[in-house]
């Protein structure tokens, strides 16, 4: 039973379901409404995230640290914190990313993003190869090809553990092309090439359903806080 | 014969695409304003999230981490509404904190459409205290292993943590009874693997956008131990908790409502899917049988 539509007083409703169906309407074609609806968006975001990265960044994270008598304007109540001189240097290399913008000077720019890419290399290489490569390993072995519980063999989770397996090797396979691929090898390597497809098959139809419950979110928003048919 | 097919196989090929989305959105507001929704069981890889929440010791704190914005609000704002429902259910306080600037945002949304309007008698602080949003994504994580206190000496209200008591007997992140991430990409669940999960031990759970879903599964169950994708995921959530919980067939349960016009919406690209390849056999037929 569908009830009588209600339509909101809310003027943010009222706002996200404009700007809704303006977006929408790209879908019949490209038009000044979508146009408008795009820019909203992009320059909305752009102020946003500038705001956004002031004040729980920059903010907090180096003008309290260098200037703490500051924080008596955004918290009065909140005791002054101590002057930390070690935020100097994120403030000098946040001044050298600026010098991108002279040409003259661009190459200063460089030295913060070595540090960035050497920090952030070196911080992650154990955690990525524990994480992502040693335990990956140890996942795809997993308990054997013949997993036993109380006596019992569990032969679902031996045919899952043996294709597990099976697709891993024939996908390296695959990507091995030092070998030509024929014969018993390159019928391995087909296979590894069918468990590609199957598993980008199950990853576009993940995204698909994203998408179509994104799609339902917006019209859950149109018909319910709305219309107040919902 | 041949001709019949030619036609067919062209006024499909010809086909206009706004077809397809009229379509696609008649039948997603037919299935919502019908109140279908489609009957969902968890499945083993949502279960487990479940049932360590109902195991956990009394009083242990969930870390509830929302990792997300509101374009990714649809899928992981339900599963986050049925986590909050469920800790409070079974009395574990939840300390809810974000990697996302927007995640304060986030977290305002779920304590106003869960805590203030399901449990108006959950007291903040006591049964649930917010953290929010801190810069730093891997790094912030990094430490918060050894000391909450160390990014966060108080909570979004001022509140020192050493004066809330949801927290008490908590140090770092090893101390949760569970961590979960509800992730919408970087930073998110993948960086509470690999800087949290595998190197503290702590039970980490997630739940991902239905984009995201691939990347994670492979960290299940040896360095998650669950996973919920996307909607059906959360709906897979409430359905565990409606089984276990029956008081909780009575609240509002977004996924489950979403699984009927998201299952409708599949089967109309299921349906399009299948029209083109016969659209591309007809021709394939055609051709073959022309002289």
Same mark, same amino acid.
């Given at each position: 039973m569908i009830a009588a539509i209600h339509l909101s007083g809310d003027v943010q409703v009222w706002i996200g379901a404009l700007l809704t169906l303006m977006v929408f309407s790209f879908l019949w074609r490209d038009n000044p409404f979508y146009k408008f609806a795009e820019h909203v968006f992009v320059g909305v975001s752009a102020a946003y995230w500038m705001v956004m990265g002031f004040w729980t960044t920059l903010w907090p994270a180096l003008v309290l640290k260098l200037f703490p008598a500051a924080g008596r304007w955004s918290s009065p109540d909140a005791p002054p914190g101590a002057w930390d001189p070690l935020a100097l240097i994120p403030a000098a290399l946040g001044l050298l990313m600026l010098a991108r913008l002279w040409p003259r000077l661009s190459w200063l720019g460089k030295w913060p993003t070595a540090f960035i890419l050497g920090t952030t290399a070196g911080y992650s290489l154990v955690r990525y190869l524990r994480s992502d490569f040693l335990y990956q390993i140890q996942a795809t072995i997993g308990t054997g090809l013949a997993p036993m519980a109380a006596g019992r063999w569990l032969w679902q989770e031996s045919l899952a553990q043996l294709l597990v397996l099976v697709g891993t090797v024939s996908g390296l396979v695959y990507f091995v092309n030092t070998r030509e691929q024929k014969g018993a090898y390159g019928r391995v390597a087909r296979w590894g090439l069918l468990v590609l497809m199957i598993t980008f098959g199950a990853s576009f139809g993940s995204a698909v359903m994203g998408r179509v419950a994104l799609l339902v979110g917006r019209f859950q928003e149109l018909l319910g806080p709305w219309l107040g048919i919902l | 014969m041949n001709d019949r097919c030619d036609r067919i196989a062209s006024w499909l090929e010809g086909l206009d695409r706004r077809w397809i989305f009229l379509v696609l959105a008649v039948v997603v507001v037919a299935a919502l304003l019908s109140g279908v929704s489609s009957p969902d069981r968890a499945t083993s890889v949502v279960q487990p999230i479940y049932d360590r929440i109902e195991n956990l010791p009394d009083g242990a704190p969930i870390l509830l981490s929302l990792d997300y914005s509101p374009s990714s609000a649809p899928e992981l704002e339900p599963m986050a509404e049925a986590l909050t429902q469920h800790a409070l259910l079974t009395g574990h306080p939840i300390c809810y904190m974000s990697l996302y600037p927007t995640g304060n945002n986030m977290i305002s949304r779920v304590e106003e459409r @869960?805590?203030? !309007?399901?449990? +108006?008698q959950a007291v903040p602080a006591r049964d649930w205290v917010t953290l929010g949003f801190q810069v730093g994504g891997e790094m912030l994580i990094n430490s918060l292993r *050894?000391? /909450? #206190?160390? !990014? &966060? +000496? #108080?909570d979004v209200t001022g509140r020192p943590l050493r004066d809330v008591p949801a927290l008490r007997?908590? !140090? =770092?992140?090893? *101390? %949760?009874g569970l961590i979960v991430s509800l992730s919408a =990409?970087?930073?998110?669940l993948k960086e509470w693997i690999l800087y949290a999960g595998d190197v503290l031990d702590v039970p980490l759970a997630g739940g991902c956008t239905g984009v995201g879903a691939p990347q994670f %599964?492979? &960290? &299940? +169950? /040896?360095? @998650? /131990?669950g996973l919920m994708s996307a909607l059906k995921g959360a709906a897979e959530y409430e359905a565990a908790l409606a089984r276990g919980h029956p008081e909780f067939t009575a609240a509002n349960q977004p996924a489950t409502r979403g699984m009927g016009p998201q299952s409708a919406a599949h089967l109309v690209i299921v349906a399009f899917i299948l029209l083109g390849n016969a659209g591309l056999l007809l021709r394939f037929l055609a051709r073959r049988r022309s002289p």
């Amino acid at each position: 039973m569908i009830a009588a539509i209600h339509l909101s007083g809310d003027v943010q409703v009222w706002i996200g379901a404009l700007l809704t169906l303006m977006v929408f309407s790209f879908l019949w074609r490209d038009n000044p409404f979508y146009k408008f609806a795009e820019h909203v968006f992009v320059g909305v975001s752009a102020a946003y995230w500038m705001v956004m990265g002031f004040w729980t960044t920059l903010w907090p994270a180096l003008v309290l640290k260098l200037f703490p008598a500051a924080g008596r304007w955004s918290s009065p109540d909140a005791p002054p914190g101590a002057w930390d001189p070690l935020a100097l240097i994120p403030a000098a290399l946040g001044l050298l990313m600026l010098a991108r913008l002279w040409p003259r000077l661009s190459w200063l720019g460089k030295w913060p993003t070595a540090f960035i890419l050497g920090t952030t290399a070196g911080y992650s290489l154990v955690r990525y190869l524990r994480s992502d490569f040693l335990y990956q390993i140890q996942a795809t072995i997993g308990t054997g090809l013949a997993p036993m519980a109380a006596g019992r063999w569990l032969w679902q989770e031996s045919l899952a553990q043996l294709l597990v397996l099976v697709g891993t090797v024939s996908g390296l396979v695959y990507f091995v092309n030092t070998r030509e691929q024929k014969g018993a090898y390159g019928r391995v390597a087909r296979w590894g090439l069918l468990v590609l497809m199957i598993t980008f098959g199950a990853s576009f139809g993940s995204a698909v359903m994203g998408r179509v419950a994104l799609l339902v979110g917006r019209f859950q928003e149109l018909l319910g806080p709305w219309l107040g048919i919902l | 014969m041949n001709d019949r097919c030619d036609r067919i196989a062209s006024w499909l090929e010809g086909l206009d695409r706004r077809w397809i989305f009229l379509v696609l959105a008649v039948v997603v507001v037919a299935a919502l304003l019908s109140g279908v929704s489609s009957p969902d069981r968890a499945t083993s890889v949502v279960q487990p999230i479940y049932d360590r929440i109902e195991n956990l010791p009394d009083g242990a704190p969930i870390l509830l981490s929302l990792d997300y914005s509101p374009s990714s609000a649809p899928e992981l704002e339900p599963m986050a509404e049925a986590l909050t429902q469920h800790a409070l259910l079974t009395g574990h306080p939840i300390c809810y904190m974000s990697l996302y600037p927007t995640g304060n945002n986030m977290i305002s949304r779920v304590e106003e459409r @869960i805590i203030t !309007r399901e449990f +108006p008698q959950a007291v903040p602080a006591r049964d649930w205290v917010t953290l929010g949003f801190q810069v730093g994504g891997e790094m912030l994580i990094n430490s918060l292993r *050894d000391s /909450l #206190t160390a !990014r &966060y +000496p #108080t909570d979004v209200t001022g509140r020192p943590l050493r004066d809330v008591p949801a927290l008490r007997g908590v !140090r =770092g992140l090893g *101390d %949760f009874g569970l961590i979960v991430s509800l992730s919408a =990409g970087q930073p998110g669940l993948k960086e509470w693997i690999l800087y949290a999960g595998d190197v503290l031990d702590v039970p980490l759970a997630g739940g991902c956008t239905g984009v995201g879903a691939p990347q994670f %599964f492979p &960290y &299940y +169950p /040896l360095q @998650i /131990l669950g996973l919920m994708s996307a909607l059906k995921g959360a709906a897979e959530y409430e359905a565990a908790l409606a089984r276990g919980h029956p008081e909780f067939t009575a609240a509002n349960q977004p996924a489950t409502r979403g699984m009927g016009p998201q299952s409708a919406a599949h089967l109309v690209i299921v349906a399009f899917i299948l029209l083109g390849n016969a659209g591309l056999l007809l021709r394939f037929l055609a051709r073959r049988r022309s002289p």
